[in-house]
């Protein structure tokens, strides 16, 4: 199994770089227009957020997987997990915080040795959208996580399942040799028990992203044919299909610098720039908790090490009142989240 970025001391594994690559080249040159720039010819600078409604709490780097594209750079040689003590802080937020949704994810959140009991406690929290982000292959890893599927319909977790595509050759380039064939047991097994099935309250959704350095099709289109192809092969329903642009940070961004793709995306995701997009941007009603506690716009900020730009940066000194009234951090990589119908955790944005 190949290692993450940082085991292998790459270059890209250091969030500085990252933000020098974004930061320089063809927008320090004058070529594209920052992104600061371009919304602010909408009157949309600076960006602020909106009522906050989700909390995505990152659990741990740590997954069974080594994707090619991960924006985490997760894998099993990523240690960096929550302990009980930032999780009970969490767990103080959640109970106190007026946002309606949870959003656990990873790296393979379930890895994270207090998960379930992180679960048990905050499903008490009366959060109505409970999300728990799972690579479904990990459902099929171990002895210890055969469960998963009957935990989670017993805290009626919505479960958003990353998918590549309907077919084994793309998901295996994508995610590693066997994958496919293990996320569709896992998929199978939560049919079995009432998820993704019409008029199911147990919500089944899957995430699609490109293979490659190109913007996803239209969302519904997509959703139709995995929907389509899922079911006549392998007899599998589910909810929602969410389109997500890969962004150019990490794995992805050393992708594309790698095959010489780098300045062509960047120009696909500027020339592909929607105004509309902006609005309905996720750094606008979420807000993002690493393993460690810190405080970030979105989930991408978080790998990028941009912390919040307010006085309160972790969340042993959370106040909502305080966090609302910032400024979102943004740079070149937010192109991703605006270019066409946009793109969020939860697919299209506008």
Known sequence: ????????????????????????????????????????????????????????????????????????????????????????????????????????????????????????????????????????????????????????????????????????????????????????????????????????????????NPSGAFLPGDQMALENDFKKALKTEFDIDFHSLFAITNLPISRFLDYLIASENYEDYMVSLVDAYNPAAVENLMCTNTLSISWDGWLYDCDFNQMLNLKVASKVKHISDYNEELLQNRNIIINQHCYGCTAGAGSSCQGVVA
């Open 1 to 208: 199994m190949k290692k993450s970025l940082k085991a292998r001391n790459n270059d890209i594994a250091n969030t500085s770089r990252q933000m020098e690559i974004l930061s320089n080249g063809i927008f320090a040159d004058g070529k594209l227009p920052t992104f600061a720039t371009k919304i602010k010819e909408t009157n949309q600078l600076p960006l602020r957020p909106k009522k906050l409604e989700i909390l995505q709490i990152n659990l741990g780097y740590m997954c069974n997987q080594v994707c090619e594209h991960c924006h985490v750079d997760a894998g099993p040689d990523r240690k960096e997990i929550m302990t009980l003590e930032t999780m009970n802080q969490c767990l103080e937020v959640i109970k106190k915080t007026e946002a309606h949704t949870l959003d656990l994810t990873g790296g393979a959140p379930e890895m994270n040795p207090n998960f379930r009991w992180f679960v048990e406690e905050a499903s008490k929290a009366g959060i109505k959208d409970f999300i728990v982000r799972s690579n479904l292959t990990i459902i099929r890893a171990n002895k210890k996580y055969y469960d998963l599927p009957d935990f989670f319909k017993k805290h009626n977790v919505h479960v958003v399942s990353s998918m590549p595509h309907w077919t084994r050759g793309k998901t295996d380039k994508q995610r590693g040799n066997g994958v496919f064939d293990k996320s569709i047991k896992a998929l199978q097994e939560l049919n079995a028990i009432g998820y993704g099935l019409e008029g199911s309250d147990l919500k089944l959704d899957l995430v699609y």
